[in-house]
């Protein structure tokens, strides 16, 4: 993270504006001025180049979750995005590429929530054996900005992505409830 340089943060900005503009105004007005992170800053990024500038982007946050009554240190995935002409060629599955820097990470799970509409393409990260879904969840999370007239935190009911790292996925634990401890 401290490696970009504010042109690159403005490159990505606006790729995670376009990116996240489909999802609705208020995803994509998170990304203006520069900005390229929603909630939390990355730790590490993968940052995926063309002629045409950013084709696709990755963050990945360390952090404790707690699965049920147990805590889980995670890779947390987030800000995943690829550029609308390059969706459907499979570069999702260059998160292969990803796990010598998970596994240099030190954590056994790579962990990240996508919203139901994505399931598709999760399944198919799951085929190739990058993970798997963990079904009927919901994930509590504190808001990344306070409101005076908003609670400090929000249940989502969004997929659960989990892919093993430094463990084998039978030793993700097993509960409905995912306490994230911080910003989404």
């Given at each position: 993270?401290?490696?970009?340089?504010?042109?690159?943060?403005?490159?990505?900005?606006?790729?995670?504006?376009?990116?996240?503009?489909?999802t609705g105004t208020f995803s994509a007005m998170r990304f203006e001025g520069g900005r390229s992170w929603f909630g939390a800053r990355p730790e590490l990024r993968a940052i995926g180049r063309d002629t045409h500038g950013v084709?696709?982007?990755?963050?990945?946050?360390?952090?404790?979750?707690?699965?049920?009554?147990?805590?889980?240190?995670?890779?947390?995935l987030g800000l995943y995005g690829v550029r609308r002409d390059l969706e459907g060629l499979g570069i999702s599955s260059s998160l292969r590429s990803l796990y010598p820097a998970l596994q240099q990470m030190g954590v056994p799970f790579a962990f990240g929530t996508v919203r139901h509409e994505m399931r598709n393409h999760i399944q198919r990260?799951?085929?190739?054996?990058?993970?798997?879904?963990?079904?009927?969840?919901?994930?509590?999370?504190?808001?990344?900005?306070?409101?005076?007239?908003?609670?400090?935190?929000?249940?989502?009911?969004?997929?659960?992505?989990?892919?093993?790292?430094?463990?084998?996925?039978?030793?993700?634990p097993s509960g409905t409830f995912i306490e994230r401890n911080g910003p989404e």
């Open positions: 993270e401290n490696e970009l340089q504010r042109h690159e943060h403005v490159e990505l900005s606006d790729f995670l504006h376009k990116t996240y503009g489909g084709a696709a982007h990755l963050g990945l946050l360390r952090r404790f979750i707690k699965v049920g009554a147990i805590d889980v240190l995670v890779a947390e990260l799951c085929k190739v054996g990058l993970g798997k879904i963990v079904p009927d969840v919901r994930i509590r999370s504190t808001l990344a900005d306070m409101h005076p007239d908003l609670p400090p935190t929000r249940l989502e009911d969004d997929l659960v992505f989990v892919s093993p790292i430094g463990r084998s996925i039978d030793e993700w």
